[in-house]
Protein backbone atom coordinates (compact mmCIF):
# COMPACT_ATOMS: atom_id res chain seq x y z
CA UNK A 1 0.00 0.00 0.00
CA UNK A 2 1.06 3.60 -0.40
CA UNK A 3 1.55 4.43 3.06
CA UNK A 4 3.17 1.41 4.18
CA UNK A 5 7.18 1.74 4.88
CA UNK A 6 9.35 -1.38 4.46
CA UNK A 7 13.21 -1.61 6.15
CA UNK A 8 15.77 -4.17 4.57
CA UNK A 9 18.58 -5.09 5.72
CA UNK A 10 21.49 -4.71 3.93
CA UNK A 11 24.25 -7.76 4.09
CA UNK A 12 27.32 -6.92 5.88
CA UNK A 13 30.35 -6.06 3.30
CA UNK A 14 32.02 -9.31 2.86
CA UNK A 15 30.15 -12.20 4.50
CA UNK A 16 26.66 -13.80 4.91
CA UNK A 17 25.62 -11.64 7.47
CA UNK A 18 25.94 -14.26 9.56
CA UNK A 19 28.09 -14.56 13.08
CA UNK A 20 31.01 -13.05 14.99
CA UNK A 21 33.49 -11.13 13.14
CA UNK A 22 36.00 -13.52 11.88
CA UNK A 23 34.53 -16.59 12.63
CA UNK A 24 35.53 -19.69 13.47
CA UNK A 25 38.81 -19.40 12.03
CA UNK A 26 39.62 -16.45 13.62
CA UNK A 27 37.99 -18.01 17.41
CA UNK A 28 40.36 -21.06 16.41
CA UNK A 29 43.36 -18.37 15.48
CA UNK A 30 42.71 -16.57 18.96
CA UNK A 31 42.58 -19.88 20.93
CA UNK A 32 45.71 -20.86 19.30
CA UNK A 33 47.58 -17.90 20.35
CA UNK A 34 46.27 -18.33 24.09
CA UNK A 35 47.23 -21.46 24.67
CA UNK A 36 51.04 -20.90 23.26
CA UNK A 37 51.50 -17.78 25.04
CA UNK A 38 50.22 -19.67 28.37
CA UNK A 39 53.02 -22.27 26.92
CA UNK A 40 55.95 -19.81 26.36
CA UNK A 41 55.07 -17.71 29.22
CA UNK A 42 55.09 -20.46 32.15
CA UNK A 43 58.04 -22.45 30.34
CA UNK A 44 59.99 -19.28 30.63
CA UNK A 45 59.12 -18.94 34.49
CA UNK A 46 60.17 -22.15 34.65
CA UNK A 47 63.00 -22.09 33.06
CA UNK A 48 64.10 -19.03 34.87
CA UNK A 49 63.72 -21.18 38.04
CA UNK A 50 65.68 -24.27 37.37
CA UNK A 51 68.84 -21.80 35.55
CA UNK A 52 68.64 -18.65 37.69
CA UNK A 53 68.75 -18.10 41.51
CA UNK A 54 68.09 -14.52 43.16
CA UNK A 55 70.78 -12.85 45.56
CA UNK A 56 70.60 -9.79 47.30
CA UNK A 57 74.36 -8.29 47.22
CA UNK A 58 74.52 -7.28 50.96
CA UNK A 59 77.88 -4.80 51.14
CA UNK A 60 79.48 -2.40 48.33
CA UNK A 61 82.38 -4.27 47.57
CA UNK A 62 81.30 -5.00 44.18
CA UNK A 63 80.48 -1.17 43.50
CA UNK A 64 79.65 0.54 41.07
CA UNK A 65 79.52 -2.33 39.27
CA UNK A 66 76.59 -4.03 41.92
CA UNK A 67 75.91 -1.97 44.82
CA UNK A 68 74.80 -2.63 48.21
CA UNK A 69 71.25 -4.01 48.77
CA UNK A 70 71.20 -4.72 44.27
CA UNK A 71 69.05 -7.88 43.91
CA UNK A 72 71.15 -9.79 41.23
CA UNK A 73 70.00 -12.97 39.16
CA UNK A 74 73.21 -15.64 38.90
CA UNK A 75 73.30 -18.89 36.38
CA UNK A 76 73.85 -22.05 38.26
CA UNK A 77 77.10 -23.23 37.19
CA UNK A 78 79.78 -25.67 37.69
CA UNK A 79 83.02 -24.40 39.02
CA UNK A 80 84.57 -26.28 36.39
CA UNK A 81 82.73 -22.99 33.58
CA UNK A 82 84.26 -19.87 35.36
CA UNK A 83 86.04 -18.03 33.47
CA UNK A 84 88.33 -14.70 34.16
CA UNK A 85 86.31 -11.00 34.36
CA UNK A 86 83.42 -13.48 35.66
CA UNK A 87 81.28 -12.08 38.71
CA UNK A 88 80.59 -15.00 41.33
CA UNK A 89 78.78 -15.95 44.19
CA UNK A 90 80.74 -18.45 46.70
CA UNK A 91 81.41 -19.80 50.33
CA UNK A 92 84.60 -20.41 51.28
CA UNK A 93 84.28 -21.25 55.31
CA UNK A 94 88.18 -20.16 55.68
CA UNK A 95 86.81 -16.62 54.63
CA UNK A 96 85.22 -16.90 58.08
CA UNK A 97 81.81 -16.47 56.96
CA UNK A 98 78.78 -18.89 56.43
CA UNK A 99 77.65 -16.18 53.61
CA UNK A 100 77.38 -16.59 49.98
CA UNK A 101 80.06 -13.82 48.90
CA UNK A 102 80.33 -12.44 44.93
CA UNK A 103 83.82 -11.19 43.79
CA UNK A 104 84.64 -11.04 40.19
CA UNK A 105 87.42 -13.97 39.36
CA UNK A 106 90.96 -12.35 37.71
CA UNK A 107 92.79 -15.35 37.89
CA UNK A 108 92.49 -18.86 37.89
CA UNK A 109 94.40 -22.21 38.11
CA UNK A 110 98.18 -21.35 36.80
CA UNK A 111 97.89 -17.97 36.32
CA UNK A 112 100.88 -15.33 38.14
CA UNK A 113 98.49 -12.14 38.93
CA UNK A 114 100.13 -9.46 40.89
CA UNK A 115 99.02 -5.21 41.17
CA UNK A 116 100.25 -3.57 40.39
CA UNK A 117 101.94 -2.20 36.66
CA UNK A 118 101.51 1.31 35.51
CA UNK A 119 98.40 1.23 37.84
CA UNK A 120 97.07 -1.59 36.51
CA UNK A 121 96.11 -5.78 37.30
CA UNK A 122 98.64 -7.54 35.80
CA UNK A 123 98.12 -11.14 34.84
CA UNK A 124 100.63 -13.33 33.10
CA UNK A 125 102.35 -10.57 31.79
CA UNK A 126 99.42 -8.73 30.67
CA UNK A 127 98.14 -5.43 32.10
CA UNK A 128 93.99 -5.79 32.19
CA UNK A 129 91.79 -2.95 31.22
CA UNK A 130 89.09 -2.85 34.19
CA UNK A 131 86.64 -0.07 33.07
CA UNK A 132 84.18 -1.72 35.97
CA UNK A 133 86.63 0.16 38.30
CA UNK A 134 85.08 3.46 40.10
CA UNK A 135 85.46 6.24 38.12
CA UNK A 136 88.65 8.13 39.17
CA UNK A 137 90.52 4.82 40.88
CA UNK A 138 93.40 2.80 39.96
CA UNK A 139 93.68 -0.72 40.34
CA UNK A 140 96.77 -0.33 42.31
CA UNK A 141 94.77 0.75 45.27
CA UNK A 142 95.49 -2.57 46.40
CA UNK A 143 99.07 -3.42 46.45
CA UNK A 144 100.03 -6.55 46.32
CA UNK A 145 103.27 -8.94 45.25
CA UNK A 146 102.63 -12.26 42.66
CA UNK A 147 100.65 -14.82 43.77
CA UNK A 148 100.85 -17.89 41.14
CA UNK A 149 97.28 -19.33 41.64
CA UNK A 150 96.96 -23.18 42.26
CA UNK A 151 95.98 -25.38 39.77
CA UNK A 152 91.84 -26.00 40.08
CA UNK A 153 91.72 -22.41 42.36
CA UNK A 154 90.68 -18.74 41.63
CA UNK A 155 91.89 -15.68 42.69
CA UNK A 156 89.22 -12.97 43.32
CA UNK A 157 88.94 -9.49 43.67
CA UNK A 158 85.85 -6.89 44.41
CA UNK A 159 85.54 -3.70 41.87
CA UNK A 160 85.85 -1.49 44.79
CA UNK A 161 89.31 -2.35 46.01
CA UNK A 162 89.58 -0.42 48.84
CA UNK A 163 86.71 -1.87 50.81
CA UNK A 164 86.52 -5.53 49.30
CA UNK A 165 87.54 -7.71 51.69
CA UNK A 166 88.39 -10.11 49.28
CA UNK A 167 91.31 -12.63 47.91
CA UNK A 168 94.32 -10.27 48.94
CA UNK A 169 92.81 -9.98 52.60
CA UNK A 170 93.93 -13.61 52.87
CA UNK A 171 97.27 -13.62 51.06
CA UNK A 172 98.74 -15.46 54.40
CA UNK A 173 96.11 -18.17 54.63
CA UNK A 174 97.44 -21.60 53.51
CA UNK A 175 96.20 -21.10 50.11
CA UNK A 176 97.02 -17.58 49.23
CA UNK A 177 93.78 -15.91 49.57
CA UNK A 178 92.53 -17.95 46.43
CA UNK A 179 88.89 -20.11 46.43
CA UNK A 180 89.01 -23.92 45.08
CA UNK A 181 86.08 -23.93 42.39
CA UNK A 182 84.08 -26.05 43.75
CA UNK A 183 83.32 -23.32 46.04
CA UNK A 184 81.31 -21.31 43.16
CA UNK A 185 77.94 -21.53 43.12
CA UNK A 186 76.29 -19.03 40.62
CA UNK A 187 77.99 -16.68 38.57
CA UNK A 188 76.09 -13.59 38.07
CA UNK A 189 74.52 -12.31 34.76
CA UNK A 190 72.54 -9.09 35.85
CA UNK A 191 71.13 -6.45 38.22
CA UNK A 192 67.43 -6.71 38.01
CA UNK A 193 66.63 -4.05 41.12
CA UNK A 194 67.13 -1.70 40.30
CA UNK A 195 67.07 -2.69 37.08
CA UNK A 196 70.42 -1.56 35.82
CA UNK A 197 70.22 -5.26 33.29
CA UNK A 198 73.09 -7.45 32.00
CA UNK A 199 76.39 -6.86 33.24
CA UNK A 200 78.94 -5.45 30.62
CA UNK A 201 81.38 -8.39 29.80
CA UNK A 202 84.76 -7.90 30.87
CA UNK A 203 86.86 -7.57 27.74
CA UNK A 204 89.77 -7.01 28.98
CA UNK A 205 90.38 -10.50 30.23
CA UNK A 206 90.16 -10.98 26.03
CA UNK A 207 94.18 -10.72 25.87
CA UNK A 208 94.14 -13.84 28.14
CA UNK A 209 91.90 -16.42 26.50
CA UNK A 210 88.29 -17.04 25.88
CA UNK A 211 85.30 -15.19 28.09
CA UNK A 212 81.94 -17.60 29.18
CA UNK A 213 79.42 -16.51 27.22
CA UNK A 214 76.35 -15.23 28.77
CA UNK A 215 73.46 -17.38 30.47
CA UNK A 216 70.19 -17.77 28.58
CA UNK A 217 68.46 -14.87 30.37
CA UNK A 218 67.95 -12.49 27.21
CA UNK A 219 66.13 -15.76 25.78
CA UNK A 220 64.05 -16.46 28.90
CA UNK A 221 62.98 -12.87 28.85
CA UNK A 222 61.91 -12.90 25.41
CA UNK A 223 60.13 -16.08 26.23
CA UNK A 224 57.81 -14.90 28.95
CA UNK A 225 56.98 -11.07 27.21
CA UNK A 226 55.93 -12.97 24.12
CA UNK A 227 54.16 -15.25 26.00
CA UNK A 228 52.13 -12.16 27.74
CA UNK A 229 51.22 -10.40 24.42
CA UNK A 230 49.72 -13.87 22.82
CA UNK A 231 47.97 -14.55 25.93
CA UNK A 232 46.72 -10.92 25.69
CA UNK A 233 45.99 -10.33 22.52
CA UNK A 234 44.47 -13.55 21.89
CA UNK A 235 42.29 -12.95 24.80
CA UNK A 236 41.20 -9.68 23.71
CA UNK A 237 39.94 -10.77 20.45
CA UNK A 238 37.00 -12.32 20.96
CA UNK A 239 35.56 -9.29 22.93
CA UNK A 240 36.61 -7.07 20.21
CA UNK A 241 34.88 -9.18 17.62
CA UNK A 242 31.64 -8.56 19.03
CA UNK A 243 31.61 -4.94 19.38
CA UNK A 244 32.74 -4.41 15.52
CA UNK A 245 30.21 -7.03 14.83
CA UNK A 246 27.57 -5.33 16.90
CA UNK A 247 28.89 -2.26 15.30
CA UNK A 248 28.44 -3.45 11.54
CA UNK A 249 24.80 -5.24 12.23
CA UNK A 250 23.41 -1.55 13.15
CA UNK A 251 24.52 0.06 10.51
CA UNK A 252 23.82 -2.37 8.07
CA UNK A 253 19.64 -2.13 8.99
CA UNK A 254 18.34 1.38 7.32
CA UNK A 255 14.91 2.38 5.26
CA UNK A 256 15.26 0.98 2.09
CA UNK A 257 11.71 2.99 0.57
CA UNK A 258 7.98 3.75 1.14
CA UNK A 259 5.75 2.18 -0.81
Keep these: MGGESTTRTAPRSGGTGTGPVGGRTGQRLSGLAVALGIVLFLGG ?49 SWVTNAAVVKRVVAVGGDKV ?52 DSTAHLTDAAGGTVA ?12 WPMDGMLKKPTGFEVLGELSTPG ?14 LVLGGGAYGPVAERLGGRRSRTGTEPVGVR
Design 45 to 93: FAWGAVVYRPYTVPTSSMSPTIGAGDRVLAQRVDGGEVRRGDVVIFKDK
Design 114 to 165: SCCTDGKLTVNGKQIDEPYLPAGTLAEIKNFPTVTVPKGRLFLLGDERQGSL
Design 181 to 192: RGAVTARVDAVV
Design 216 to 229: PLRTIVTMIVVGAV
